[in-house]
């Protein structure tokens, strides 16, 4: 297996794991505990947001799949996607239509396939630019800000359901 052939694989984990958190009440998936700063709904936000970043904007350098209109549909505002924010604007944070989230997350995670479907392992050596000014290669920046990141996040959302009496995501992945 290439370390693209690897990505997609662990990417596609990833996916199905974010996929699953959709699923939850109104309630559960704004659901922030005391002390506590994001809600399942800012992890699924943030995330669909970074991995848009990172491909579109980055990677690709063509335009992201987040619009205006994306934003007006589900209720989350243009600007940003989650870094930096204060635990108080991340609470916030409320997805007002879950089924057009899911629309925007899907269009992302497509940009990302057919993306990845066109590299080869060399690839991925490539520069591109970093918030900060500096530069990593495109498969530091899927490492680093997607499959890590977005396995973190997976955690805080198993632990955001398990407070809530619910299934963890991909509760039965690998049992058949």
Not at 87 to 96: E, F, L, P, T, V
Request: proline share 3%.
């Amino acid at each position: 297996m290439g370390t693209v052939d690897y990505i997609q694989s662990s990417l596609a984990f990833a996916h199905r794991a974010l996929g699953d958190a959709c699923n939850g009440t109104d309630e559960q998936l704004h659901f922030v505990p005391e002390h506590g700063s994001h809600s399942i709904a800012w992890c699924l936000w943030h995330t669909a947001r970074v991995e848009d970043l990172i491909i579109n904007a980055r990677s690709r350098q063509a335009p992201q799949v987040w619009s205006e209109d994306w934003a007006k549909r589900i209720g989350l505002p243009f600007e940003g996607m989650g870094t930096g924010m204060s635990d108080q604007d991340a609470q916030g944070i409320r997805i007002k239509d879950m089924a057009a989230f899911r629309e925007y997350q899907q269009a992302v995670w497509q940009q990302t396939d057919e993306y990845l479907g066109s590299l080869s392992d060399q690839d991925l050596e490539r520069e591109i630019p970093t918030r900060d000014g500096g530069t990593e290669s495109v498969g530091q920046g899927i490492s680093l800000h997607m499959l890590g990141h977005f396995n973190g996040h997976r955690g805080e959302i198993n632990t955001l359901r398990g407070m809530q009496g619910m299934p963890t995501v991909l509760q039965r992945e690998g049992t058949h």
